[in-house]
Structure formats: C-alpha cells, structure tokens
C-alpha cells in the first residue's frame, strides 16, 4: 500500500500538486465537514493540491459516506483526492460513497501477500532490481524475511549492493544475511555501555528495584563492594551480589557479577563462610 500511494503521489507531483494536504479520519471524533472546507478552499502554494485522507478503519459511517459523496461534486476539477483506507468489507463495497468514488476515479484493492504468495512476489522484486535469482536463494530468502515486506525489500536492495553479478545465489543469500543471523541484543547493551562507570549502572539498577518496593542498598555494599579498588592487604571482598546485613557473620560471595542491565544487575550467588 505505501508503494502504491507513493506512486500515486508522484504521479499527482508530476501533473502539478505541488502542495500536499493529510487529513486523518482515525479519531471518533473526527468532524467530516473538516474535508469539504478543504474542497472549497483555494491552494496557497499552486494551482493544484492533492488531498490525501487517512481511514484505517476502512468504514467512514453515515457522516463520512454523505460528506464523501459531496467532496467529488464540489472539488476543484485540478485537485487529487487520495483516500488510504484498511479493510473494505463486501457490503462496503456497495455502498454508495464507494461506487462514487469509483464512477469519479478509480478504487483499488490491495490484498495481503501470504506465504504462497511471497517467492513470486520476491522474484518480481529481484527483476525489477535489474537481477535473478536461483530457486534455492528464492526459498532462503523468503524463509529469511518471514512476511515481513519491508524487511524484504531492505534485502533486495542489500543483495543488490552486495553482489558481484546479477545472478543471486544461494551463497549471496547466506552471506548478504549472515551479519543479520549473528546479530546479539546483550552484546548490543554492552557496546553502548561499554566504558560507562560501573558505579552509575549500579545506581540504576538500585533506582529499578527501589521502583518495585525493595530495600535501599545498605552503606556496607558501597564500602565492601569490589567495583572499586582493594586495599592491597585485602585477601578477599564482597561482590555486587554480596548479601545484606551477613558481613559480620563471616559470609562472603564467591560469584562475580556481570555488570549489564540486560542479563541482570544481581546472580543468586554461591555463599560460603
């Protein structure tokens, strides 16, 4: 749909609308003579404007067919109407404000491109890349992007840098994808924190759990804690997961923590005395 509407968009550029109007129709409240005071108003920018209309819901009700009926008869004869709208129901489709708009321009429906559906459609996208591609990198791509339109057209045109000629195999396939395969969200996190000061993580962490009702961090965890130094007499010290209040009994932790909010801030630790 969003390709569609591009071109519509630039065919309507072409033809000179060169200001564009977005009127959504979403909200329950929407007042439908918002989009005939568009139809009687004069472009300030050039002769021609494009009036765009967003419905997601694809049903504009009694208000919204009446007032759609009566944009076509008094629009302005250079001015393009494009209505976006979500699923049209078959008793839709006979209502009045649709065959309007039909008999005025022209209705297109767009269906939802399924699994079957998506190698076909991969390969028309591949040809119109100005490539081919084998039968196998046809299968591995699609398992790849899993219906997902965008992300198929992001390989495309990946593949399409990436390749040294204008056949795709499956080995382009694998190797275009293979970064994406290796992709981590932990190691991502520790990336972005890399080089920030374990102290302020900590702080973090305590701000979360105070959040769900737990106790502060006593005094003894920021004195006893191995995030900074050792004394260099010291044989052995506390760690991030050191136990509260059992210091004076003797008990130590032996685990060491990995200081990444996305694997957890605190291990259950192994505790000896």
């Given amino acids: 749909m969003q390709e569609a509407s591009d071109l519509i968009r630039q065919h309507a550029r072409q033809r000179g609308c060169n200001e564009r109007e977005v009127i959504d ?12 005071a568009s139809a009687t108003s004069m472009s300030l920018f050039s002769e021609r404007k494009l009036v765009e209309i967003r419905l997601p819901s694809g049903k504009p009700g009694a208000a919204g067919s009446k007032a759609l009926c009566t944009y076509v008869d008094i629009a302005g004869p250079d001015d393009v109407l494009l209505l976006i709208a979500g699923k049209i129901d078959k008793q839709c489709m006979n209502s009045k404000w649709v065959k309007t708009l039909d ?7 767009l269906w939802p491109i399924g699994a079957r559906d998506l190698p076909r459609w ?3 996208r591949v040809a119109n890349a100005g490539m081919s591609i084998d039968r196998d990198a046809l299968q591995l791509l699609s398992d790849r992007v899993e219906g997902n339109l965008l992300a198929a057209v992001q390989e ?7 390749s040294d000629n204008s056949n795709i195999s499956a080995k382009d396939v ?11 969200l932990f190691e991502m996190v520790d990336s972005a924190l ?3 000061d374990p102290k302020w993580l900590v702080e973090q962490g305590e701000r979360f759990y105070l959040s769900l009702g737990f106790e ?9 804690s191995d995030l900074y130094e050792l004394p260099a007499d010291a044989t052995l010290a506390l760690t991030v997961s050191s136990c509260p209040g059992r210091a004076a009994d003797g008990v130590h932790v032996l685990d060491k923590v990995v200081i990444s909010p996305a ?4 291990r259950r630790p192994s505790l000896v005395q």
């Avoid at 129709?25 to 005939?36: G, M, R, T």
């Avoid at 495309?156 to 990436?162: A, D, G, M, P, Y």
């Avoid at 694998?174 to 981590?184: G, K």
């Avoid at 502060?216 to 006893?224: G, H, I, V």
């Fill in 25 to 36: 129709a979403s909200p329950k409240n929407f007042d439908w003579q918002e989009i005939l």
């Fill in 103 to 109: 008999k005025k321009g022209a209705v297109m429906q």
């Fill in 122 to 124: 991969l390969q028309q």
């Fill in 156 to 162: 495309v045109e990946k593949l399409k840098l990436l």
């Fill in 174 to 184: 694998t190797e275009a994808v293979s970064d994406n395969a290796r992709y981590n």
């Fill in 194 to 196: 890399r080089g920030t």
């Fill in 216 to 224: 502060p961090l006593p005094a003894s965890f920021w004195t006893n």
């Fill in 263 to 266: 694997r957890g801030l605190v």
